[in-house]
């Protein structure tokens, strides 16, 4: 009975030790699946993430030409002020204005920035002015105003005879005007104005 027990022993070890083999190759294997399946899928991700750069390299000369062309049709707008903020374009606008003021040959006497709320995408920036004028000077002021580039409007117009040349009463000069108006360009309006 001794030799029979260390048969059945041996085979039972050894029936053991292939189930433990059997184990491992079918563990060995079924990692080995889920790994090539994994890999599948991050193969298969990465074809598709490399189809959608080839599309969007194909269509980048076409938005780099619509780009540049925007550009230049925004650049190339001469009808509204280029500055991005309020302050710049306030100091623009009134630095502007007194020189068309100078180069008309009227007195500057006050200038002042209006506040202003932006409308349908656009700030207007708005200027009132106070000078004093010939008629002559008063003439080509307003024309210079209306003719330039950014393209400007005059509102609130008042003129009337200086109170100075009515105390002097003299008629060989030129008649002396106090002029007061409102000045408004356009701006595209942006987060920060």
């Given at each position: 009975?001794?030799?029979?027990?260390?048969?059945?022993?041996?085979?039972?070890?050894?029936?053991?030790?292939?189930?433990?083999?059997?184990?491992?190759?079918?563990?060995?294997?079924?990692?080995?699946?889920?790994q090539?399946?994994?890999?599948?899928?991050?193969?298969?991700?990465?074809?598709?993430?490399?189809?959608?750069?080839?599309?969007?390299a194909?269509?980048?000369?076409?938005?780099?030409?619509?780009?540049?062309?925007?550009?230049?049709?925004?650049?190339?707008?001469?009808?509204?002020?280029?500055?991005?903020?309020?302050?710049?374009?306030?100091?623009?606008?009134?630095?502007k204005?007194?020189?068309?003021?100078?180069?008309?040959?009227?007195?500057?006497?006050?200038?002042?920035?209006?506040?202003?709320?932006?409308?349908?995408?656009?700030?207007?920036?708005?200027?009132?002015?106070?000078?004093?004028?010939?008629?002559?000077?008063?003439?080509?002021?307003?024309?210079?105003?209306?003719?330039?580039k950014?393209?400007?409007f005059?509102?609130?117009?008042?003129?009337?005879?200086?109170?100075?040349?009515?105390?002097?009463?003299?008629?060989?000069?030129?008649?002396v005007?106090?002029?007061?108006?409102?000045?408004?360009?356009?701006?595209?309006?942006?987060?920060?104005?």
């Amino acid at each position: 009975m001794g030799i029979e027990y260390e048969g059945t022993a041996h085979r039972y070890i050894a029936l053991t030790i292939l189930l433990a083999v059997i184990y491992i190759v079918v563990l060995s294997v079924v990692t080995l699946l889920q790994q090539s399946s994994a890999t599948q899928q991050r193969y298969e991700h990465a074809q598709l993430q490399l189809d959608k750069y080839k599309t969007v390299a194909a269509s980048l000369p076409k938005a780099q030409a619509e780009h540049g062309r925007l550009i230049k049709f925004n650049g190339a707008d001469e009808h509204y002020l280029n500055e991005t903020t309020l302050p710049v374009a306030q100091a623009s606008l009134q630095k502007k204005l007194q020189q068309l003021i100078q180069s008309s040959g009227a007195n500057l006497i006050s200038m002042q920035a209006a506040q202003s709320m932006a409308d349908g995408g656009f700030l207007p920036i708005t200027m009132k002015v106070r000078l004093r004028s010939s008629h002559q000077a008063l003439l080509k002021l307003l024309y210079q105003l209306e003719s330039q580039k950014p393209t400007g409007f005059v509102y609130d117009l008042h003129i009337q005879r200086s109170a100075v040349a009515r105390r002097r009463q003299m008629t060989t000069e030129a008649t002396v005007l106090d002029v007061n108006f409102d000045y408004t360009v356009f701006m595209a309006a942006t987060d920060d104005s």
